[in-house]
């Protein structure tokens, strides 16, 4: 069973614009999906669960607009007609501005392969790195090239063919060459993914990471210190397990089915 709840809300005062807020973060803290704008959906197992959640719903009304509900049956839900576009899949949002899943999202799959210095954050290094030395070492830049040119100039001359060589913009080429990366310091599993999440959350501005049946690998301990990290670091955790380990203290836990609808456990 399915419960719909449609609603368009005036947003022209400070109020309004506020209660519109209030009402969409309370849908969303309660299990409801957004399916279109202003069209949100949740599972409900049964009848007596479909009426609580229409009763909270009441009790969390705004104070102005439109709101309207409807409950249907799974074969009625799963009649609806795509007259355009397809089915939706999940939606990653901040403040209620879409983002793009895979600028602001990751996924960590094997926990064992994670490398602080894959190419993406490699990149990201080397682009901050360039900037500074672009803005507070210029001086010892324009020095260090000019060095790099004489010292290129010697070089060329000592082979009897044509050779050509461009320094611009080489500085990027010099710290790969240089081999400069990220000092992994974790002993530990819990250590080395921490490590990956901080370097993606650093340099790539990764706000949510997705990670895959980590609790086959850690311990309670450890799984507690990295929700810690990541509630410091305001970095959204959310773990895929295959099936349920046991709730530990500030974990919500949802069941996602078959049909891709998100059930809350309590």
Avoid: W
Wanted: with cysteine; net charge neutral.
């Amino acid at each position: 069973m399915r419960i719909l709840v449609f609603f368009d809300l005036p947003v022209l005062t400070a109020k309004e614009r506020r209660d519109y807020r209030q009402f969409r973060k309370f849908l969303i803290k309660s299990g409801f999906m957004m399916m279109q704008e202003s069209v949100y959906c949740k599972l409900a197992q049964n009848s007596t669960a479909a009426e609580i959640i229409i009763d909270n719903v009441k009790k969390n009304k705004p104070g102005d607009g439109l709101v309207q509900m409807l409950k249907v049956t799974e074969k009625q839900f799963a009649k609806m007609e795509f007259i355009v576009g397809e089915p939706g899949t999940f939606i990653l949002s901040e403040q209620d501005v879409i983002k793009t899943i895979s600028k602001n999202a990751d996924m960590i799959v094997n926990p064992f392969r994670v490398d602080c210095n894959e190419k993406r954050i490699q990149q990201k290094l080397v682009q901050e790195l360039s900037v500074i030395m672009n803005e507070s070492f210029v001086e010892r830049t324009v020095y260090l090239q000019g060095q790099m040119i004489s010292y290129l100039e010697e070089l060329l001359q000592k082979v009897p063919y044509p050779l050509d060589f461009d320094v611009e913009g080489s500085m990027p080429g010099l710290l790969k060459m240089c081999h400069v990366e990220v000092v992994n310091q974790g002993d530990t599993l819990v250590e080395k993914v921490i490590n990956y999440m901080k370097a993606l959350r650093q340099f790539c501005a990764i706000k949510v990471i997705f990670a895959v049946n980590l609790k086959l690998y850690l311990t309670r301990t450890e799984l507690t210190e990295l929700y810690k990290f990541a509630f410091y670091e305001k970095i959204g955790l959310i773990l895929l397990e295959n099936s349920e380990k046991g709730k530990l203290e500030g974990e919500s836990i949802c069941i996602l089915d078959k049909d891709m609808c998100i059930i809350n456990v309590e």
